[in-house]
Each structure stands twice: as C-alpha cells, then as structure tokens.
C-alpha cells in the first residue's frame, strides 16, 4: 500500500517562506515524476512544479523565481522549498507521483494535502 503524507504548511505572512516535504512509503520499486499541485478556495486544483527522476523541473509562471522543487531519491520524498510568498499562493497544496510498487503496475498517486495560508 502506497502512500504520500505532506507537512510544512502553514500560516505565514506575505513574504515569508515555508518548505513542504511529501514522503511515500509503502512497497516502492521506483517513483517517476514528482509533482506539486494546488487547489485555492472555488477553483481548480493546478499544477505547481514537476521533477522527474533525474532532477529536470517544470514550473508555472506563477511561482518561478520563488518556489524550488526538489527530491532525494533515496529517501523517496519531494520537496517545494516557497519564498517571497504572496496572498495569492494560498490553498491546499497536494504532493501527487507516478510510482511502480512491487507485483503492482505503475499508478499515479495522491497525497491528502497540506493548507498554505499566506496573510498580508
């Protein structure tokens, strides 16, 4: 049984900085691309930022030059390291991965969120 759990939200004023980390555990042959998604309040849950396995990402106009993702491999868990942060970067954040579990094919997964709350 695969599983992906968040920490690190908050509450944090504008400007401010919080780092997420999502681990996945379960019986885990390989995980794929990482990504980080987030859903404000009466709208859609976006794309943040991706990473494949070799380290290349992929970012939304809206947070590049603030928001770094990040892995470690070994320790099979993802990390969005968020600077500068505005009002507008509040919502749940969701850690979200293509992952091959052992005798199990290769299924995208959820993590249950984490709230990012960014006061002015």
């Known amino acids: 049984q695969v599983q992906l759990v968040e920490s690190g939200g908050g509450l944090v004023q504008a400007g401010g900085s919080l780092r997420l980390s999502c681990a996945a555990s379960?019986?885990?042959?390989?995980?794929?691309?990482m990504r980080w998604y987030r859903q404000a309040p009466g709208k859609q849950r976006d794309l943040v930022a991706s990473?494949?396995?070799?380290?290349?990402?992929v970012y939304t106009d809206s947070v590049k030059g603030r928001f770094t993702i990040s892995r470690d491999n070994a320790k099979n868990t993802l990390y969005l390291q968020m600077n500068s942060l505005k009002v507008e970067d509040t919502a749940v954040y969701y850690c979200?991965?293509?992952?091959?579990?052992?005798?199990?094919?290769?299924?995208?997964?959820w993590g249950q969120g984490t709230q990012v709350t960014v006061s002015s």
């Open positions: 990473i494949i396995r070799g380290g290349a990402t």
């Open positions: 379960g019986s885990i042959d390989s995980i794929y691309t």
């Open positions: 979200n991965a293509d992952i091959q579990a052992t005798m199990t094919p290769l299924l995208n997964y």
